[in-house]
C-alpha cells in the first residue's frame, strides 16, 4: 500500500522530473474509462435497514474509500443500456464455467445448446444465476454519476413490471427519470432487500445528451459478464470439501 504522503511525493518528483503527470494521467483516464464504472451495490441487513453503497474499487492508496454508502431511502437514475445476464460460476475460479448474455450464449464449451433447453437454467433447482445488468446515470446532489448495477433474480420482476408499464406508454427506459428504492422482504429465517422500481417524471434533454455518450463508452463491456457482476452471496457455487 501506498500512504498519500507517499502519493504527494511522488507526484511531487515526477514533476520535477518534467513529466506532464496530468498527461499521463489522461493517457491512462482514456484506457481505463471505458471498463472502470463504479457499482451500486446494496447491504442487505438483519434489522431490515439495508441501504444502497457505491463500490469504487481498490486502490492502492492506505485510508482511500472504497465505499460510499448513501442516506437516501430512494435512488434516481437515468437507466440508458440492460443487459439480461447469467453464469454458472464456481467460487474461487476467475471465469464462469457458463455464461449467456442476452440469450446469446458466450462460453466456447456451453452446457448446453441454449439456455432455455439448459437443466442448470431451471428457477429453484439450476445453479446458473440470472440477472438484469443495468447502466445507469444515477442522479446524486446535483450531480450526474455513471454507474453499473445488477439486479438478482427476486429483483427482477419489478423491474419487468416497470418495463411493461413503459411499454403501455410508449416511452423507453432511458425518457425517464427512475426510482429505485428498498423493500424489506423476511422468508424462512432470511432477510434482504428487494428493490422497487418506478418513475418521476421525464429525462431532460441535457441528461437524455449525457446517457447517448455515456452510452458510447461502454461497448467493451457489452459482450462479457465480469466477476463484480457476480460478486454478492450466493451468486456462486460453493466448492464442495
Known amino acids: 500500500m501506498i500512504t498519500k504522503t507517499d ?59 472504497q465505499y460510499t454508502y448513501l442516506r437516501l431511502g430512494e435512488l434516481k437514475a437515468i437507466v440508458y443500456e440492460e443487459h439480461q ?12 464455467r457458463c455464461h449467456a448474455i442476452d ?4 462460453s466456447m464449451e456451453p452446457l448446453a ?11 429453484g ?11 445507469i446515470l444515477a442522479l446524486l446532489k446535483g450531480k450526474v454519476k455513471p454507474m453499473v448495477m445488477s439486479l438478482s433474480p427476486t ?3 419489478p423491474w419487468r413490471d416497470h418495463q411493461l408499464r413503459l411499454k403501455r406508454s410508449g416511452l423507453p427506459p432511458v425518457a425517464v427519470v427512475t426510482t429505485f428504492g428498498l423493500e424489506d422482504i423476511v422468508a424462512d429465517s432470511f432477510r434482504w432487500a428487494r428493490v422497487q422500481v418506478g418513475i418521476q417524471g421525464i429525462a431532460s434533454r441535457e441528461q437524455l445528451l449525457q446517457a447517448n455518450e455515456a452510452q458510447q ?4 463491456l457489452k459482450n462479457r459478464v465480469t466477476p463484480q457482476d457476480f ?7 460453493e466448492n464442495s470439501d
Open 7 to 65: 502519493k504527494a511525493k511522488i507526484l511531487e518528483d515526477l514533476n520535477q522530473s518534467d513529466w506532464d503527470v496530468t498527461q499521463e494521467l489522461d493517457i491512462l483516464q482514456q484506457r481505463v474509462k471505458k471498463q472502470d464504472l463504479p457499482r451500486l451495490r446494496i447491504e442487505h441487513r438483519e434489522d431490515g435497514k439495508h441501504r444502497f453503497f457505491i463500490d469504487y474499487g481498490e486502490s492502492y492508496i492506505k485510508g482511500d474509500k
Open 85 to 96: 445476464i447469467r453464469a454458472l460460476w464456481q467460487e474461487g475460479e476467475d471465469h464462469p
Open 103 to 106: 440469450d446469446s450464449i458466450m
Open 113 to 123: 445448446a441454449s439456455c432455455a433447453g439448459c437443466p442448470e437454467s431451471i428457477p
Open 125 to 135: 433447482f439450476g445453479a446458473c444465476k440470472p440477472k438484469v445488468r443495468l447502466f
Open 155 to 157: 429483483s427482477i420482476k
Open 217 to 220: 463508452g461502454i461497448h467493451r
Open 231 to 237: 460478486s454478492e452471496t450466493g451468486d456462486r457455487i
